[in-house]
């Protein structure tokens, strides 16, 4: 079984950036799709961006609008998300998840870390 730990969250100001780091432990993530989910207090959790194993597919929630990056390094078993532009309403418990393969991490992924918070002031 996979552990998925996130960092890289804090706080910044609106129009800030930041980056997201997701490291894996327990098995390899190079034969599995990995993404990224958020949930803010009282919302649903909402869809951020997804990427193939060989990192040639991404595809990211309406939402995104070219402000964010996944990428992903199989050698290091990690994935990340470069966050730009950031919003308030960006803010929310970002979590990395892991599925089959791309499509999977958006519509049923397998596994998922605790999250880290991100909180854009105004």
């Known amino acids: 079984q996979v552990q998925l730990v996130e960092s890289g969250g804090g706080m910044v100001q609106v129009g800030g950036s930041l980056r997201l780091s997701c490291a894996a432990s327990g098995r390899t993530i190079s034969g599995y799709g990995m993404g990224w989910f958020r949930q803010a207090p009282g919302k649903e959790r909402e869809f951020v961006a997804a990427i193939s194993r060989n990192g040639k597919g991404t595809y990211y929630g309406n939402f995104v609008k070219g402000r964010f990056t996944i990428s992903r390094d199989n050698h290091k078993n990690e994935v990340y998300l470069q966050m730009n532009s950031l919003k308030p309403e960006d803010t929310a418990v970002y979590y990395c998840?892991?599925?089959?393969?791309?499509?999977?991490?958006?519509?049923?992924?397998?596994?998922r870390g605790q999250g880290t918070q991100v909180t854009v002031s105004s």
């Open positions: 998840v892991q599925g089959s393969g791309l499509q999977e991490v958006i519509d049923n992924y397998d596994e």
